[in-house]
Every structure is written in structure tokens, then in C-alpha cells.
């Protein structure tokens, strides 16, 4: 009985990574958000850093919702080796306000999402040459936006289930995106992608699009799954890869 013992507490000495409740103070009062930090977090270093915008489901003002879908239930499945420090700000808004404008650039929720990430790289230990931004289905309209609004800022943007200004997508030309979408969504249509997708590359953007078979809305758990996708964004600069997409088969805490 000893080797067993033994292995349960290596397991349990194993660093693990760590959610922390923040809240951020402005004029409007306070606002929840969380961040998380990988194993074995050294101030000393410079971690590759993720701005993740959650779903319209996961609005309000509790700080926790954001991190129960989509990118948060894979970081918190691998706390021993999630790479990344990730940043769950919350959109407050609730009502008055169409769900796919929530996110958008200009917007209150989206302006404070950008402070909240400015705090964060005044806290941690964020590089700043390697902040990626990503979302899903609301939150992948607002990648797309906050992407556009300032090019300059991101090293790459992942947008899932999104869409967004046609128009507009030229000033991300010389930014890697990586877009994801259910061929089967019909909560938001694959076409608002392949529209997105068509026209940067029509003013030559480089991009990536996956449209992983028999996927809908929940296309998330693809994506946020991938190793290529997650080797990739630890450094955004090479190119982007064009291996087949295949993902970890993760499973999810049964909490989530």
C-alpha cells in the first residue's frame, strides 16, 4: 500500500495553477473579474497572456459565470500545465443593449475589459509581445471588434462563433487570426465567419479557418482543446501552423 500512498502525494505536492478573484475600481463602482495565474508563477518571467470574452449567457456581476464556459473549464483541467495567464473579465451589461454589441469596441463592458488587462500587466508578470485575444459566439464578435479598434495591441486573435464588420477587417492584415465555427451553429451562422474570413483575406490577412465537421455552437470545445492552437499562440510570431486541427479529449470537471 505504500506506492499508492506514495503517488497521491506526489500528486498533491504537484504545482498547480490558481484562479484569483480581482476586482477592478473605477468611477462607476466596482466590477469582478479573475485571472489566472500558471503553475509554479515566477514574476521573474514574462508569460504569453490571454484576454478571453465570454458568451452572452455569462453576463452580469458575479465574476464567476465568465469562467464556467468555453476557455475557463479547460484552464481549470489542467492547472499543472496550462501555459498561459488568462484574464475573465465580465460584460455587466444585462439589458438595453443587443447581445452581439455588447462586446464591442467603444462599448462600457469592452472599455473596461481593456483597463482590467492594463491592471493585469501592471500586477503580473504579462508579455506584453504575446497578448492574444479571444472569444466566443458574443465574445468572438468582440475579438473581431477589439481587434480592428487596436491592431497594434494583440499578437493574435482566435475568434470563436463570432463575426463581424466586413468593412473594417482590412486593418488586421498584418495580424495572424485563427477562426473557428460550427458548420452546424445556428445560434450564430457559420456564413458570419466565412464572410469575416473572405474578406481579409481578400486584403491580404493571414488567416486560419476551421470549421471542425458535425461542430455547432459548442465549437469551443474544439478549439480550446487543441494543442496545435495552444502550441501556436505560445508564440504567435511563427507561422500558423497547417496541421490537422485534433483536440486533447480533455475531460471536463464534472462541476463544469
Known amino acids: 500500500c505504500v506506492a499508492p500512498l506514495q503517488a497521491q502525494q506526489?500528486?498533491?505536492?504537484?504545482?498547480?495553477g490558481r484562479f484569483l478573484k480581482k476586482v477592478y475600481?473605477?468611477?462607476?463602482?466596482?466590477?469582478?473579474?479573475q485571472v489566472f495565474l500558471p503553475a509554479g508563477y515566477d514574476k521573474q518571467k514574462r508569460y504569453?497572456?490571454?484576454?478571453?470574452?465570454?458568451?452572452a449567457d455569462e453576463c452580469g456581476r458575479d465574476g464567476v459565470k465568465p469562467v464556467q464556459i468555453g476557455l475557463g473549464p479547460y484552464v481549470r483541467a489542467r492547472l499543472a500545465d496550462y501555459p498561459f495567464i488568462v484574464i475573465f473579465p465580465q460584460c455587466e451589461t444585462t439589458r438595453g443593449r443587443r447581445f452581439l454589441e455588447r462586446w464591442q469596441a467603444?462599448?462600457?463592458d469592452a472599455n473596461r475589459a481593456l483597463k482590467i488587462l492594463d491592471q493585469v500587466e501592471k500586477d503580473y508578470a504579462v508579455d506584453r509581445s504575446r497578448e492574444i485575444l479571444t472569444g466566443w459566439s458574443m465574445g468572438g464578435y468582440g475579438a473581431w471588434s477589439l481587434a480592428m479598434a487596436h491592431p497594434d495591441r494583440w499578437a493574435a486573435v482566435v475568434p470563436v462563433s463570432g463575426g463581424g464588420d466586413t468593412t473594417?477587417?482590412?486593418?488586421?492584415?498584418?495580424?495572424p487570426i485563427w477562426v473557428f465555427h460550427g458548420p452546424q451553429d445556428r445560434i450564430v451562422y457559420p456564413e458570419r465567419s466565412r464572410e469575416m474570413v473572405a474578406a481579409l483575406k481578400k486584403a491580404g490577412g493571414r488567416v486560419r479557418y476551421d470549421e471542425p465537421k458535425s461542430e455547432a455552437?459548442?465549437?469551443w470545445q474544439r478549439a480550446y482543446d487543441s494543442q496545435l492552437l495552444e502550441?501556436?499562440?505560445?508564440?504567435?510570431?511563427?507561422p500558423i501552423p497547417d496541421s490537422p486541427l485534433v483536440s486533447r479529449g480533455t475531460p471536463l470537471p464534472d462541476a463544469l
Open 10 to 16: 506526489q500528486s498533491d505536492e504537484t504545482p498547480k
Open 25 to 33: 475600481e473605477d468611477d462607476q463602482g466596482t466590477h469582478q473579474y
Open 48 to 55: 504569453p497572456t490571454i484576454l478571453y470574452l465570454h458568451g
Open 106 to 108: 467603444g462599448s462600457p
Open 168 to 175: 473594417r477587417v482590412a486593418a488586421l492584415k498584418n495580424m
Open 217 to 219: 455552437h459548442g465549437v
Open 231 to 238: 502550441n501556436w499562440l505560445k508564440n504567435p510570431r511563427q
